[in-house]
């Protein structure tokens, strides 16, 4: 269920405005503003874009149900995990999105240690070292700052062909849920 009324009060708080503030502004009834604070009635479309204009938000914002807000992950909450020889830091995890650094000692592959295909696009930007990536009959070798992505039905290589650590920061997405080994 939404919540739009404590929304709009909330924002109406913060901001310092008052109902009567509002209600001189948008036209609306005191009684009409406090019964949508309460959740007591739901205003329409145009009645909640004359209050989104006047609070200065965007009208999907009211809209949007409160695990749709942003979400903010600590460094210090991040999830860590290991798979193989990686330092896996995961970013976040949203639907078909996840997004995760990935820290590999020279030598060693990010993933499979052969070319290896799942649903989905992957986007690479190699942070740190240098990395071979290979999809098909595609090969190239990245190093700090160059990205590279694929469909990653497609089967794909990165592996770490550098004398130091490579730090890679990843993203797949796909329509279906992902597992979690990497």
């Known amino acids: 269920m939404l919540d739009i009324g404590s929304k709009i009060r909330a924002i109406r708080t913060r901001k310092k405005i008052t109902i009567a503030q509002m209600c001189e502004s ?3 009834s005191k009684g009409f ?7 007591n009635t739901s205003p329409s479309i145009n009645t909640l874009n004359t209050i989104a204009e006047f609070l200065k ?6 809209l949007l149900e409160q695990k749709q807000h942003m979400r903010v ?6 999830r860590m ?11 976040t995890s949203k639907k078909g999105l996840r997004v995760m650094i990935v820290e590999s000692p020279p030598g060693v592959a990010i993933g499979e240690e052969a ?3 799942h649903e989905g696009e992957e986007f690479h930007l190699v942070l740190q070292g240098k990395v071979l990536a290979e999809q098909g009959e595609d090969s190239v070798i990245a190093e700090e700052g160059d990205t590279f992505s694929w ?3 497609v089967p794909h290589f990165v592996k770490n062909i550098g004398d130091t650590k490579s730090v890679i920061l990843v993203a ?4 279906t849920e992902l597992d979690d080994k990497l």
């Open 26 to 28: 948008t036209g609306l």
């Open 33 to 39: 503003v406090s019964n949508i604070e309460n959740n």
């Open 151 to 153: 469909n990653a039905s």
């Open 172 to 175: 797949i997405y796909s329509d």
């Open 73 to 78: 992950i600590r460094k210090d909450e991040r």
């Open 57 to 62: 938000v965007p009208l999907p914002y009211l």
């Open 81 to 91: 995990s290991s798979y193989k020889n990686l330092k896996i830091e995961h970013l």
């Open 115 to 117: 070319p290896h295909a």
